[in-house]
């Protein structure tokens, strides 16, 4: 039997479609024309409110999701807007804007950083839709009383933010979001390269060995990663498998774009040996949360909320990441809220029980 919700006021999403200059010829050809969707409070619509502004916050989900995904029909639990509804309605948080924003790729997402090989989607959250949202609707329109939160990739993208981007932001909520690189994305890389193998050409035969060459250009493209990129983009249902491949690459365009490369990035193994290349790898630590606080201590000084959460469960073990990274903070003296919880990372949107209501009376 579904859950019964309690009757609340509802709140209202309304649609805006947005062209994107920043977005326009983006290299993986993605549309830069999207929608943008936007959760106004209840009480936007009220009288005694008409003229009242309120503060916002940024939804950035997580990879292979889109802001659509947030706002539609769930079995068994609420959505983004049911959850803000009964949140505001219950007095356990001030009405706030929620922006969706669409930053979906053909890699499967992004990690809302700037980034040659797949688009400056930064500059397309802060440059673009910060303004364009403030000139839609009635929001407070100014750093102090905006900001953002997310999970997984987009718990990254928030917590990154809030160190590159301070002037944009106020306050940030990072769920579970990728940190700590040597332990949550090394895991994956053998399967990954194994992975990548069947699309190798010639085709591995069984037999002896002589001797086993390392790549003429190690952590470039041979020509397996695009015959993959190519499967996955005729394919309507790639398998599990598929999607972590892809999703590897993804980080790698991310962390390690170059224009002069097969498909615009580098990987950071050796295609044939599987070598770890530590000058390629060093160039994804640079991006990792942990190595950046120290950086950008002063940004994040600057902000009026951190929230911090993951479960101790976590099936990618960012739960060790997150441990480091408050480790970090806290040596920076960087005031932040730090909370961990017994689940794993799938299914935990309920925790914006917690950090909306956090984040939205830093932003009133």
């Not at 706002?71 to 309605?89: G, K, M, S, V, Y």
């Not at 990035?265 to 790898?281: A, C, N, S």
């Not at 806290?330 to 925790?351: A, I, L, M, P, W």
Request: proline share 6%; charged share 25%; hydrophobic share 35%.
């Amino acid at each position: 039997m579904a859950k019964k919700v309690p009757q609340v006021r509802k709140g209202q999403v309304v649609t805006e479609i947005f062209d994107s200059p920043v977005l326009r010829d983006n290299p993986l050809g993605d549309p830069s024309e999207r929608p943008v969707n936007i959760y106004l409070p209840a009480h936007y619509h009220e009288q005694r409110y008409s003229k009242r502004r309120f503060p916002v916050l940024f939804d950035l989900v997580g990879y292979t999701g889109s802001g659509q995904s947030h706002i539609n029909w769930r079995n068994f639990e609420e959505n983004i807007p049911q959850q803000l509804d009964r949140l505001i309605a219950t007095g356990k948080m001030p009405p706030v804007i929620v922006v969706f924003p669409d930053c979906f790729t053909a890699l499967g997402g992004n990690q809302y950083i700037n980034s040659s090989a797949i688009g400056k989607y930064a500059d397309y959250l802060t440059k673009e839709l910060i303004p364009f949202v403030d000139k839609s609707v009635r929001s407070l329109a100014s750093r102090e009383h905006r900001g953002c939160f997310g999970k997984s990739s987009g718990g990254y993208g928030a917590i990154v933010h809030g160190m590159k981007y301070a002037k944009y932001w106020a306050a940030v909520g990072d769920h579970s979001g990728d940190s700590y690189f040597d332990f949550v994305y090394k895991a994956e890389w053998p399967a990954v390269l194994t992975a990548l193998q069947s699309f190798a050409k010639p085709a591995l035969k069984p037999g002896a060995r002589r001797h086993i060459a390392r790549q003429q250009t190690p952590g470039v493209d041979d020509g397996r990663i695009r015959r993959f990129l190519e499967h996955c983009w005729a394919n309507k249902k790639p398998s599990g498998r598929d999607v972590m491949v892809l999703m590897m690459l993804c980080m790698a365009a991310t962390y390690d774009p170059d224009p002069k490369a097969p498909n615009g990035f580098r990987l950071p193994y050796d295609l044939l040996t599987g070598e770890l290349l530590e000058r390629r790898w060093q160039a994804w630590l640079k991006h990792d949360p942990i190595h950046m606080v120290a950086k950008y201590r002063d940004n994040l000084k600057s902000l009026r909320a951190i929230f911090i959460d993951c479960g101790w469960r976590d099936q990618f073990h960012i739960h060790y990441g997150t441990r480091l990274l408050s480790q970090a903070l806290h040596k920076h003296q960087v005031t932040h809220r730090y909370e961990e919880f017994n689940d794993t990372h799938s299914g935990v949107d309920y925790r914006m029980d917690v950090s909306l209501p956090y984040l939205a009376r830093h932003l009133t």
